[in-house]
DNA sequence: CACTCGTGGAG
DNA sequence: TCTCCAAGAGT
């Protein structure tokens, strides 16, 4: 019954139904309702499933939703997405963080276009190694839209059969063996079954107060007989992280245009716009070099978390005449402010803590 | 393997 | 307030 890194007991079926046909009957009555499923009986669109599954890298549903219907809005088809500037993917994805996966986004849709002739590879091999495009990915798109019988394992998938079968490595060794016990259950159905699992993952069998009762594999899940639920997946656990300070920097003009300019291509927040800002040090700086002369005040602090360190940002706004130059390499931006550029949050916030109050 | 890379919501 | 974390990929 438990599974350890080095032994393999698979659940004795009670049931005369197996834990696969459980999934999908449960499925067929509880798939959730999401704007890149295809209906009943229609195959889903690969450029839809591919757009969707690089949004929802590490970012819940609700959120992609919004930024799903903008991006099919304005680019219906793969080729209107290669042929656009990657700049207004960059701008199109603001907000949704984790940038690279915008400017990857843009890269493979590129080459689908260029080497592919505008269609995405059809099997796990084609589709790993694309920009953006990992094992977990390539077969989520090569299940749901190809219907190929491969898995996809992803967060929901190594919560749920971590605890169905109490899977004791903890992650991130226990992602082989979590792949082997699923392969092991993938049926024909594969799309299904592995959107099947998501939609448990996100919707019964959830970190924090899992609703057993509803499940379809309750009879069946170890973890559930023994009321341990909540230590699965095993975990490393995590190292500390360390606040560090700056400063940033926002000269407005009279008419609005503010300064700003963009990041390098590579690194936090890479490519997209900022406004001029110190280094990032776990010490306060409290020596000041702000991008122009100017009556700079202060005018509050913006606290921001990212993934991997919490940052404290002390706003310093200036109003500068119409003729100052924008100092290199920056630039200033339209009148109505940085609003439609590829401003990340971050920037948004700084904009927010010192915006002119208005007459 | 270990680290980088956003953001907003839930408890 | 604080912790965790959501359909991971790249290096």
Known sequence: MFITNTSFVVNERRSPLSLDKKLLDWYDHNARVLPWRAAVGERADPYRVWLSEIMLQQTGVKTVIPYFEAFTTRFPTVEDMARAERDEVLRLWAGLGYYSRARNLHACAVEVVERHGGRFPDTVEGLLGMP?????????????????????????????????YQVEEALPKARPIITRLAQDLVPERAGDFAQSLMDL??????PKNPACGLCPWVAECGARKAGTML????????????????????????????????????????????????????????????PLQAEWRHCG??????????????????????KVKAPEPYRWSSPNGPEGEALPTLFRKVLGVCKVPSP
């Open 132 to 164: 953006g495009i990992g094992a977990y990915t390539a077969g989520a798109i090569a299940s749901i839209a190809f219907g190929r019988r491969v898995v996809a394992v992803d967060g929901n998938v190594e919560r749920v059969l971590s605890r169905v």
């Open 231 to 290: 230590d699965y997946p095993k975990k490393l656990a995590k190292k500390a992280k360390q606040m560090r300070y700056g400063a940033a920097f926002v000269a407005r003009r009279a008419d609005g245009a503010v300064l700003i300019g963009t990041r390098p291509e590579k690194g936090l927040l890479g490519g997209m716009v900022e406004v001029p800002n110190s280094a990032w040090t776990v010490e306060p700086v409290d020596a000041l070099e702000p």
């Open 201 to 206: 993952g996100a919707t019964i069998c959830t």
């Open 301 to 322: 602090s913006v606290d921001h978390v990212f993934t991997h360190f919490p940052l404290r940002l002390a706003v310093y706004a200036a109003e500068v005449g119409m």
